[in-house]
């Protein structure tokens, strides 16, 4: 008996490459992508696609441009082998596509695959094998010659169907499954052999593809293991490298990556990473970050909604809400300090002539994918000022002066303290309409106004005013339209008002567009309130600004309109 489980694993040993070249390199263009939804995806679901999602997945791929794309392994089922007849005799495959079906090394099986491709004008037939020791004594008990063998018959059969169908443009894949744990030597060995066979040339192209079928080491031992393959590879120049990454150790986006670096021309994977176990390598994640470095991957991905959608209603699986770039919270900040930074952000982004997307916590612009900023700020318990200041500039325009940031952000706490959900924007509005007033239905409402102006520079004001109690007049003199108004309201209520803080803009850029005043005001009992209005005339603004700020000392109804 073991005192601690761990020592029952072992790790497996890297590679001895001191001379690797990869960490040098930098990703400077998309390699080719393989779609494995439709099989190794497909086969991975508890419940597989029947016929119809199948072929709403196919299009979805289609559309996002793929050019490669494993449809099915039509020796396995029915289902499988009516999808690539119907693709075929419904002329459902653009001319650029090209179709892949995967077959095991059975003369049977092999058969089956090439009868299920009759008339498709591109096809690529991919053959697989494992050859690890693991497998070779555990699973299949076979020596490696034999396994060798398997493969270079295998490989022959495929060869000679293809030549007997010469309206299809062939191309052949050979997978020496679990080669991240095959011995490097032995993987080199077996893909000479099957490469003899095919004899790969422009006109008769073959892909190698090397397998992490399970994760078992770090993605640079992969990395190293790729790299060894392509430097000692004999017909490196005539064959197509490709890489299958799982993600068992949750690595599968790094081992891709690295592979790439380390001489790889292809990556297999799945939308969102669908697949055995943890998953395939997703492809949405390895485009995206090719996007966010200024290199095409030449996939679209400018609807991810969409895509998201397509793929959840097909394969019946949700894409996490974290999934990176996708997923519903990919570009939302809670965190009060994440939503300043984001702010400060878009305000300087406003008023920059560079095009380049720099951006804190956003590593690529929302809308490049389809999305909104509605989502980028969400207001909780732990979001600061910032957060509901940029909802409510987003959607209602208002710039608010940061002394109310503050004040609001305090109001905003406490609510979201009280119930301890997230603040929707339509609360927040509510919210800040009962606190400040900016609304029709203000319980002192300017209605209308005249002043006049002297020679002294005195200005005298008269202001109409809809109270609770009814209309009343307000008359009151000062240096300017304010002060004229707050002698007023000392005249008529007795209260004695200080202006502190005065800010104001427009709503727009255009000559007939609304403005938004803004006023904290300070009372004799010391307390302080501000006020918000916003009108077609500043001057009207900033007078009912004022009297929102007597909300508080007068009194106020909810207002629920």
Request: hydrophobic letters at 35%.
């Amino acid at each position: 008996m073991l005192q601690n489980p761990s020592q029952k694993y072992q790790s497996h040993p890297p590679i001895s490459l001191p001379d690797r070249q990869w960490p040098d390199r930098v990703l400077t263009k998309a390699p080719r992508w393989l779609s494995t939804d439709l099989r190794d995806g497909n086969q991975a679901l508890a419940e597989p696609m029947d016929s119809a999602r199948k072929l709403r997945f196919w299009e979805q791929l289609i559309a996002c441009g793929f050019k490669e794309i494993e449809v099915a392994f039509p020796a396995a089922s029915e289902t499988d082998f009516q999808f690539v007849r119907r693709l075929i005799e419904e002329n459902r495959i653009p001319e650029d596509v090209t179709i892949q079906v995967l077959t095991q090394a059975r003369s049977d099986l092999i058969e089956r695959t090439f009868a299920s491709l009759e008339g498709a004008k591109r096809a690529t037939v991919h053959l697989y094998n494992a050859t690890a020791p693991l497998f070779r004594t555990l699973v299949f008990r076979q020596s490696k010659e034999e396994i060798i063998q398997l493969a270079v018959n295998a490989s022959r059969q495929i060869r000679t169907l293809c030549e007997e169908k010469p309206g299809t443009q062939w191309n052949y894949e050979y997978s020496p499954e679990t080669f991240c744990f095959t011995e490097p030597d032995f993987a080199l060995q077996v893909c000479e052999a099957v490469t003899d066979v095919w004899e790969p040339s422009r006109e008769r192209p073959m892909i190698l593809n090397l397998p992490a079928t399970v994760e078992v080491n770090t993605p640079n031992v992969y990395a190293d293991q790729i790299e060894y393959f392509c430097r000692h590879f004999s017909r490196r120049s005539d064959v197509c490298i490709s890489v299958h990454p799982h993600n068992d150790r949750g690595c599968g986006i790094a081992a891709a990556e690295l592979a790439i670096l380390a001489g790889a021309d292809r990556v297999e994977g799945c939308l969102f990473g669908n697949g055995e176990r943890t998953g395939n390598v997703c492809l949405v994640t390895l485009a995206m970050n090719l996007y966010s470095q200024g290199i095409d991957p030449e996939l679209d991905f400018s609807d991810i909604k969409s895509v998201v959608e397509c793929v959840e209603q097909c394969n019946q699986l949700p894409v996490h809400p974290r999934h990176p770039y996708a997923g519903k919270l990919a570009f939302t900040a809670f965190s009060g300090s994440h939503q300043d930074a984001i702010k400060k952000g878009f305000n300087a982004r406003e008023s920059s002539p560079s095009p380049r997307w720099e951006m804190p916590y956003l590593p690529v612009d929302p809308k490049d994918i389809g999305c909104t900023y509605e989502a980028v700020i969400r207001v909780n318990s732990q979001s600061g000022k910032s957060g509901a200041a940029w909802m409510l500039e987003q959607n209602h325009g208002l710039v608010l002066p940061r002394g109310l940031q503050q004040d609001f952000s305090h109001h905003v706490q406490r609510q979201t303290d009280r119930h301890g959900h997230e603040m929707t924007l339509t609360a927040l509005w509510q919210l800040f309409r009962e606190l400040y007033g900016p609304h029709p239905l203000a319980e002192y409402q300017l209605l209308d106004y005249r002043s006049e102006s002297y020679a002294d520079g005195a200005l005298q004001l008269v202001a109409k005013t809809q109270t609770p109690e009814g209309i009343i007049t307000l008359q009151g003199k000062g240096n300017g339209l304010l002060s004229a108004m707050t002698d007023g309201l000392k005249s008529h209520f007795a209260i004695t008002v200080g202006i502190d803080h005065y800010h104001e803009h427009t709503l727009g850029r255009h000559s007939e567009s609304r403005s938004a005043a803004y006023i904290r005001c300070i009372f004799a009992n010391g307390e302080s309130h501000w006020g918000v209005a916003v009108d077609n005339d500043i001057s009207r603004a900033s007078l009912q600004a004022l009297l929102n700020t007597l909300l508080p000392i007068i009194g106020s109804k909810v207002i629920t309109g």
